[in-house]
């Protein structure tokens, strides 16, 4: 059975940290994983796909790092707007798969 | 500008059938992958499903034996059907795009459903 794990679940935090959220696959994935942020009431939005490039308009502190079972994504600076949860999604075998969810508090 | 917007009942009972459309403006549903998504309260995204107008559908294994999704060329919409409901079946439902990037780039709304007796 195909596995996802993103950790943490949550994580406190202060606006100018750099943040680093990681998922880790039970199989080799190559590159098909992307990264969401999720606010209450509002669509995801698509951060990074492909485990590395970042979708048009997303800021550049968003950086995604990874290939084959562990990935990570890393916001440089966090800034108020960040606050949310994040979601990693992998692609394989004609499926789909989110993570668990990293919600970013305020610390 | 892609936009995508879901429709659906609201509220249902117990071993109906949940039907949901997508309408997507901005892009012919003959382009590209629809997906459905939902996210129960308080819980994690769960992918529900793909479908192309020319590739197999796909569906999560877990819900395979209750889910039926199709297109409608001639309205630019795709649909969802899933069968004997139960109270774990509520949540929001979106729907999405996989422009062959193998993520979702547009999303609607989301459509909140209740099942309760």
């Known amino acids: 059975d195909f596995q996802m794990t993103q950790s943490p679940s949550t994580l406190s935090a202060s606006v100018g940290d750099r943040v680093t959220i990681t998922c880790r696959a039970s199989?080799?994935?190559?590159?098909?994983l992307a990264w969401y942020q999720h606010k209450p009431g509002k669509a995801p939005k698509v951060l990074i796909y492909?485990?590395?490039n970042l979708e048009n308009g997303v800021p550049l502190r968003f950086s995604g790092s990874g290939s084959g079972t562990e990935f990570t994504l890393t916001i440089s600076s966090l800034q108020p707007d960040d606050f949310a949860t994040y979601y990693c999604?992998?692609?394989?075998?004609?499926?789909?798969?989110f993570g668990q969810g990293t919600k970013v508090e305020i610390k | 500008q892609v936009q995508l917007r879901e429709s659906g009942p609201g509220l249902m009972k117990p071993s109906e059938t949940l039907s949901l459309i997508c309408t997507v403006s901005g892009d012919s549903i003959t382009n590209y992958y629809w997906n459905w998504i939902r996210q129960p309260a308080g819980g994690g995204l769960e992918w529900i499903g793909r479908v192309h107008i020319n590739v197999a559908t796909r569906y999560n294994p877990s819900l395979r034996s209750r889910v039926t999704m199709s297109i409608d060329r001639s309205k630019n919409q795709f649909s969802l059907h899933l069968n004997s409901v139960t109270a774990a079946d509520t949540a929001v439902y979106y729907c999405?795009?996989?422009?062959?990037?193998?993520?979702?780039?547009?999303w609607g709304q989301g459509t909140p459903v209740t099942v309760s007796s």
């Open positions: 492909k485990a590395t």
């Open positions: 199989h080799s994935i190559g590159s098909e």
């Open positions: 999604q992998q692609y394989l075998n004609y499926l789909y798969n």
């Open positions: 999405a795009r996989d422009a062959f990037k193998s993520s979702f780039d547009y």
